[in-house]
T-cell receptor, first 115, second 108 residues
């Protein structure tokens, strides 16, 4: 398995509070992604990063911000959590290796509940 | 209409059966990704392919670029194959577009 960890693995918080999720990788992959997974939807991209300090928005970026100050860590912040952000959040990493098509590898997920 | 459609949404099978899960897409792609997610579990990459066929153990993935269609086959299915199987297509170089998944249950 690719060396990807996410913390925390579970979190319950209240509406209006800030929340930060961390993705840590030991693979030195260039690309990192944050997705959310909700019933009835496929995985949806929130933000992604193509290098240190280089990030871009995905399809569902409203209400989320990210930071990547070093290769191994990609942080996802909910500035003021809302109940609609209750979801399972997955981090993924990828890099261009011979024959790999920039294949993505996923972390174990973080289950976030906003009350 | 979703850019990536999977069928069926749910599938039940008896142990030993041959299983096929389909994925159709409507956009130009550079590659297609099959993933597996066990209940409450993480997401595991099974295959990534851009043409032809790939095989790994009892799993076979095929893709027809002209018809914009891919299939995932499981031979001699087993209860441990019970999972959600997700198809995703790569547009361009970095991003994936995901289907909503096919939930497979294999009974002994």
């Amino acid at each position: 398995d690719a060396g990807i960890t996410q913390s925390p693995r579970h979190k319950v918080t209240e509406t209006g509070t800030p929340v930060t999720l961390r993705c840590h990788q030991t693979e030195n992959h260039r690309y990192m992604y944050w997705y959310r997974q909700d019933p009835g939807h496929g995985l949806r991209l929130i933000h992604y990063s193509y290098g240190v300090k280089d990030t871009d928005k995905g399809e569902v970026s409203d209400g989320y911000s990210v930071s990547r100050s070093k290769t191994e860590d990609f942080l996802l912040t909910l500035e003021s959590a809302t109940s609609s952000q209750t979801s399972v959040y997955f981090c993924a990493i990828s890099d261009w290796r011979a024959g790999s098509y920039n294949e993505q590898f996923f972390g174990p997920g973080t289950r976030l509940t906003v009350l | 209409k979703n850019e990536v459609e999977q069928s069926p949404q749910n599938l039940t099978a008896q142990e030993g059966e041959f299983i096929t899960i389909n994925c159709s897409y409507s956009v130009g792609i550079s590659a297609l990704h099959w993933l597996q997610q066990h209940p409450g579990g993480g997401i595991v990459s099974l295959f990534m392919l851009s043409s032809g066929k790939k095989k790994h153990g009892r799993l076979i993935a095929t893709i027809n670029i002209q018809e914009k269609h891919s299939s995932l086959h499981i031979t001699a299915s087993h209860p441990r194959d019970s999972a959600v199987y997700i198809c995703a297509v790569k547009k361009g170089t970095d991003k994936l577009i995901f289907g909503t998944g096919t939930r497979l249950q294999v009974f002994p």
